[in-house]
């Protein structure tokens, strides 16, 4: 039976030290009948990506939503590995179009400050246009990408404490159930 829950597909190399994305899934275990954690490091520890199984989940599931941090400028190995394995021409675009209409969208953590990613800022460029590859997917699967969410400044931990994380949290459920499949 489809479900309308919304599928984030989290990827942290070291989840364990995260303070930001680990309060991300400590607020979203909150809602169960609406989201649905699926964490790739836990899942495929050491395996590959097996994307049959990853095909089913997204065709019995709502909206879907790529958690991680900005890791060099991009996502980590394990979510590029989840799109190269994934997104197969026969499945996600050309004869299969699972994606299609399909509300896509990604939730990033940065280390850096907000105005590090500007074109004056240290990092020249806004966080989406280091997300452009898969950006890029999304549209050649003629999915509905629905946006980014970003927590910025988690490495100054002045800026950034335990109480902006979690009000950041807070927000990051809005922004999930504003994506939510009806």
């Known amino acids: 039976m489809k479900s309308n829950k919304t599928v984030v597909i989290l990827d942290h190399p070291n989840y364990d030290l995260s303070n930001a994305n680990r309060r991300f899934v400590e607020e979203m275990r909150k809602y169960p009948d609406d989201i649905l954690i699926h964490n790739l490091q836990s899942c495929y520890p050491t395996g590959q990506i097996d994307a049959s199984k990853e095909h089913c989940l997204i065709d019995n599931n709502g909206s879907l939503v790529f958690e991680f941090p900005l890791y060099w400028f991009t996502c980590p190995p394990k979510t590029k590995e989840w799109f190269d394995k994934v997104l197969t021409s026969d499945w996600a675009f050309k004869n299969g ?12 953590t940065c280390g850096s400050e907000e105005a590090a990613y500007t074109a004056e800022g240290r990092h020249h460029r806004k966080v989406e246009e280091y997300l452009a590859c898969m950006l890029r997917a999304f549209e050649m699967c003629k999915a ?39």
């Not at 179009?97 to 990033?108: D, P, R, Y």
């Not at 927590?151 to 459920?173: C, F, H, P, S």
């Open 97 to 108: 179009n699972h994606l299609e209409g399909k509300k896509v969208a990604i939730a990033v």
């Open 144 to 182: 509905d990408y629905a946006g980014t969410f970003v927590l910025y400044g988690i490495n100054d931990k002045e800026i950034v404490n335990a109480d902006a994380i979690a009000a950041r949290a807070r927000e990051y459920i809005d922004f999930l159930k504003s994506i939510q499949a009806k």
